[in-house]
């Protein structure tokens, strides 16, 4: 079957090193971003978000880094396994009180055994 | 159900026929989103859904497209005189109500292909 970013950006990591995947965004004025992670033929699964009033998030192995002033967002994966293969998209959404998602390009995450 | 569920899950159409996709949603849930992804690329949006209405449609990308949501749960997406541009997975997604800037959880997407 089709499967989810084949002409995306790809990053290559060998498994148990930490993975780090960027996405700029476009919206100054964006309050609330999200992480998804997409494994071919399947939806995109929620990972980590972050509210514009923080600049650092952590969750059970991912870290969301946020820098608003280079409108910079930052997925770090630590201790890369091989589940954890798949395309990465950043989302952000509008000012506060918005509920449309806007999705980055992705990156497909590939890691090595 | 546990999660959002799409049917079908693969549709071939032909040319010029109208097609319908089917949405349900999270339990509960009040929004509904609709997207589109094209291979390589990440998800467009097309249209979302505050209960019935449609609170925003400014995705859908000409007046072939349509989506209802008539009871506030199940949505259909209808497409009219399919192009083989439309080709694409068709993706829906929900979110509980409350404070913006909540997670939305999606389905598997429905496979549309026009041949």
């Known amino acids: 079957g089709e499967s989810v970013g084949l002409h995306l950006p790809t990053l290559s990591v060998q498994e148990g090193d930490n993975s780090i995947i960027n996405c700029a965004y476009s919206?100054?004025?964006?309050?609330?971003f999200i992480w998804y992670k997409q494994e071919s033929g399947k939806g995109p699964q929620f990972i980590i978000d972050?509210?514009?009033?923080?600049d650092k998030r952590q969750g059970q192995r991912v870290t969301v880094l946020l820098n608003k002033t280079v409108k910079h967002l930052s997925l770090q994966i630590a201790a890369t396994q091989p589940g954890d293969s798949a395309v990465y998209f950043c989302?952000?959404?509008?000012?506060?009180?918005?509920?449309?998602?806007?999705f980055g390009t992705g990156t497909r995450l590939k890691v090595l055994a | 159900g546990a999660g959002v569920s799409q049917t079908p899950s693969n549709k071939v159409t032909e040319k010029g026929k109208y097609v319908e996709l089917r949405c349900d949603p999270i339990?509960?849930?009040?929004?509904l989103y609709w997207y589109r992804q094209s291979l390589g690329q990440g998800p467009e949006f097309l249209i979302y859904?505050?209960?019935?209405?449609?609170?925003?449609d400014s995705g859908l990308p000409n007046d072939r497209f349509f989506a209802v949501r008539p009871e506030g749960s199940v949505s259909t997406l209808k497409i009219q005189r399919t192009e083989r541009g439309d080709s694409a997975v068709y993706l829906c997604?929900?979110?509980?109500?409350?404070?913006?800037?909540?997670?939305?959880?999606f389905g598997q997407g429905t496979r549309l292909t026009v041949v």
């Open positions: 989302a952000e959404t509008g000012a506060a009180g918005t509920y449309k998602y806007i």
């Open positions: 997604a929900s979110s509980p109500a409350g404070p913006w800037g909540t997670e939305a959880f």
């Open positions: 972050i509210r514009s009033n923080m």
């Open positions: 919206n100054s004025a964006s309050d609330y």
């Open positions: 859904f505050q209960g019935t209405g449609a609170a925003d």
């Open positions: 339990s509960g849930h009040t929004a």
